[in-house]
T-cell receptor
Framework: LAKTTQPISMDSYEGQEVNITCSHN???????ITWYQQFPSQGPRFIIQ???TKVTNEVASLFIPADRKSSTLSLPRVSLSDTAVYYC????????????FGQGTELSVKP | DAGVIQSPRHEVTEMGQEVTLRCKPI?????LFWYRQTMMRGLELLIY????????DSGMPEDRFSAKMPNASFSTLKIQPSEPRDSAVYFC??????????????FGPGTRLTVT
């Protein structure tokens, strides 16, 4: 499975847009890019998934350039409740959903 | 739906004792995953099942750990004998288990295990 690299931590303020970039230089043709969010004392929660270009849902947007060697999770107008750890994962489509979690990015949103 | 249900939520036991963690996946989900989370090692996949069959147990740390899924609505993770280094939060997750590109897993609240 492709390894991912993302910043260990980020700080932001309420109302700002936050962009978290993840590098996955060894991504393979069959790999999908998935982001999860984890609050303290809770299990991770699926945010968004994409293969290429841009994906948007009610929570976030995911930008994937043509070479797919990186991806950017964009959180619009964050609030204090967005303080969490965000994980970028890359997995093969035929792995039956197997996920390997890295260290994640600890996002701290301040008032 | 109640989501993924795990029990117990907290478990404190002494070294050498047997520990059994339980999980009820979301109805209709075909894949079930057991993870372990610690500060030192982060979130690790231990084992996962598809249609009640173990697919990949390469993350199971050693023979003291075993997992079963006797039917589509129930799974157990057993540690025998338990050791202090097994102290962690154990998560169970389930997903629809489609064959391709399905990474939307639903996690339970976790079981916090403390082995003294």
């Amino acid at each position: 499975l492709a390894k991912t690299t993302q910043p260990i931590s980020m700080d932001s303020y309420e109302g700002q847009e936050v962009n978290i970039t993840c590098s996955h230089n060894n991504i393979a043709t069959n790999d999908y890019i998935t982001w999860y969010q984890q609050f303290p004392s809770q299990g991770p929660r699926f945010i968004i998934q994409g293969y290429k270009t841009k994906v948007t849902n009610e929570v976030a947007s995911l930008f994937i350039p043509a070479d797919r060697k990186s991806s950017t999770l964009s959180l619009p107008r964050v609030s204090l409740s967005d303080t969490a750890v965000y994980y970028c994962l890359v997995g093969e489509g035929n792995q039956g959903g197997k996920l390997i979690f890295g260290q994640g990015t600890e996002l701290s949103v301040k008032p | 739906d109640a989501g993924v249900i795990q029990s117990p939520r907290h478990e404190v036991t002494e070294m050498g004792q047997e520990v059994t963690l339980r999980c009820k996946p979301i109805s209709g989900h075909n894949s079930l995953f057991w993870y372990r989370q610690t500060m030192m090692r982060g979130l690790e996949l231990l084992i996962y099942f598809n249609n009640n069959v173990p697919i990949d147990d390469s993350g199971m740390p050693e023979d003291r750990f075993s997992a079963k899924m006797p039917n589509a609505s129930f799974s157990t993770l057993k540690i025998q004998p338990s050791e202090p280094r097994d102290s962690a939060v154990y998560f169970c997750a389930s997903s629809l288990g489609r064959t391709s590109g399905d990474y939307e897993q639903y996690f339970g609240p976790g079981t916090r295990l403390t082995v003294t």
